[in-house]
């Protein structure tokens, strides 16, 4: 669990980008948020991925529709990355909504149902045979490090605010709306394909 929630809280994609833009974009608070927006929606997920184990016929056309959705939302955080625009240093955003597009962004992210599907459930039912209380410690490992791991690069991301002050500044964030929008086109392939 520890192990593979910080590979998946360190890995690039869709999160950890939204973690990095939303503290450049508001502060530390905003990355915070986006770093424990998986406790609201892995409990879902998790549920569903449990249940579809048991119908796995109609798991690629779900996935696929999920990806479909999940890449249009990632291209419209990454188009609005791009037009995000500087005025004497300070950044013109209309609002925070950080929990908001993480939990949107995490539900419509194909990676974590196949994660579920794949590897997190399969350990949850074979821990439940053996010990439950093996499956407590799986989760509460793996949730520690993944957002353990995320707050950490939100921090560090925050500490780094003389960068934000700098010119290079809306560069970064239109970076990281082109590597949303990557991802997006990646996932939109990956869930044509499905």
């Given at each position: 669990?520890?192990?593979?929630?910080?590979?998946?809280?360190?890995?690039?994609?869709?999160?950890?980008?939204?973690?990095?833009?939303?503290t450049?974009?508001?502060?530390?608070?905003?990355?915070?948020?986006?770093?424990?927006?998986?406790?609201?929606t892995?409990s879902?997920?998790?549920?569903?991925?449990?249940?579809?184990?048991?119908?796995?016929?109609?798991?690629?056309?779900?996935?696929?529709?999920?990806?479909?959705?999940?890449?249009?939302?990632?291209?419209?955080?990454g188009?609005?990355?791009?037009?995000?625009?500087?005025?004497?240093?300070?950044?013109?955003?209309?609002?925070?909504?950080?929990?908001?597009?993480?939990?949107?962004?995490?539900?419509?992210?194909?990676?974590?149902?196949?994660?579920?599907?794949?590897?997190?459930?399969?350990?949850?039912?074979?821990?439940?045979?053996?010990?439950?209380?093996?499956t407590i410690?799986?989760?509460?490992?793996?949730?520690?490090?993944?957002?353990?791991?995320?707050?950490?690069?939100?921090?560090?991301?925050?500490?780094?605010?003389?960068f934000?002050?700098?010119?290079?500044?809306?560069?970064?964030?239109?970076?990281?709306?082109?590597?949303?929008?990557?991802?997006?086109?990646?996932?939109?392939?990956?869930?044509?394909?499905?």
């Amino acid at each position: 669990g520890i192990i593979l929630g910080l590979v998946a809280g360190l890995s690039p994609g869709p999160m950890l980008a939204l973690v990095i833009a939303e503290t450049l974009k508001f502060g530390k608070e905003e990355g915070f948020k986006v770093a424990v927006s998986p406790l609201i929606t892995d409990s879902t997920i998790v549920l569903l991925t449990l249940l579809a184990l048991s119908t796995l016929a109609e798991h690629d056309l779900v996935i696929g529709l999920i990806s479909i959705f999940g890449a249009c939302y990632l291209i419209h955080i990454g188009l609005e990355n791009l037009r995000t625009k500087t005025s004497r240093l300070e950044v013109v955003i209309e609002r925070k909504e950080a929990f908001k597009r993480a939990i949107i962004t995490n539900l419509l992210n194909p990676h974590t149902y196949l994660f579920w599907l794949s590897v997190g459930s399969p350990i949850i039912l074979e821990t439940l045979k053996t010990d439950a209380s093996a499956t407590i410690f799986f989760l509460l490992g793996f949730y520690t490090f993944l957002m353990g791991s995320m707050a950490f690069v939100a921090l560090v991301v925050d500490r780094s605010k003389s960068f934000v002050k700098s010119k290079y500044y809306s560069y970064v964030v239109r970076l990281l709306g082109i590597i949303l929008i990557f991802f997006a086109l990646t996932v939109l392939i990956e869930g044509l394909k499905l």
